[in-house]
T-cell receptor, first 116, second 116 residues
């Protein structure tokens, strides 16, 4: 299966712990996006990355949240000192190439984070 | 700011009938992309259909088609011959491109129920 992979699918953390969410884009895709979905809401953009670069993090909370997409390995969304309000589904999407003008974002299955 | 509005929180349709989901958006751009994504109970985000704004012809994918009215900034989704497997949340999305970045802006979604 060459789709976008996310793990874990479900993650439970206690308040104050760290959460690490992983995303492997589709084969050949070099653009990764993270979105957050709160209950009963649509998806909200968080960050857009290319290999080793953060292109746009305008949707990321200023504190506790960070993202990376290293040269090798998956993209990581890291949430430090989690609070109950961080409980949500976090989706990763990948696309092939902006320059083509036809790139579509394909989504992974999401990680459901629950903060106790 | 670009916004996407889905005015129908819930819709229902009888199996084999046709249903139309509404979406309007706000933008000052002349060239852009619009999408419909489906989110079944598994929560996976699945691309249903895509429309490029510069194309006057409405996009079609099997039983799914759109009515794209650029002047009215309307992008409705028509599902023909509805099937039980079509039951899901449907999200309309606009691809915002600005300042070297791009992101999807989502509506709040429409929950579609298919009655046997």
């Amino acid at each position: 299966n060459a789709g976008v992979m996310q793990n874990p699918r479900h993650l439970v953390r206690r308040r104050g712990q760290e959460a690490r969410l992983r995303c492997s884009p589709m084969k050949g895709h070099s653009h990764v996006y993270w979105y957050r979905q709160l209950p009963e809401e649509g998806l909200k953009f968080m960050v857009y990355l290319q290999k080793e670069n953060i292109i746009d993090e305008s949707g990321m909370p200023k504190e506790r949240f960070s993202a990376e997409f290293p040269k090798e390995g998956p993209s990581i969304l890291r949430i430090q000192q989690v609070v109950r309000g961080d409980s949500a589904a976090y989706f990763c999407a990948s696309s092939l190439n902006r320059a083509s003008g036809t790139d579509t974002q394909y989504f992974g299955p999401g990680t459901r984070l629950t903060v106790l | 700011a670009q916004t996407v509005t889905q005015s129908q929180p819930e819709m229902s349709v009888q199996e084999a009938e046709t249903v139309t989901l509404s979406c309007t958006y706000d933008t000052s751009e002349s060239d852009y992309y619009l999408f419909w994504y489906k989110q079944p109970p598994s929560r996976q985000m699945i691309l249903v259909i895509r429309q490029e704004a510069y194309k006057q012809q409405n996009a079609t994918e099997n039983r799914f088609s759109v009515n794209f009215q650029k002047a009215a900034k309307s992008f409705s989704l028509k599902i023909s011959d509805s099937q039980l497997g079509d039951a899901a949340m449907y999200f309309c999305a606009y691809r915002l491109t600005q300042g070297g970045s791009e992101k999807l802006v989502f509506g709040k979604g429409t929950k579609l129920t298919v009655n046997p």
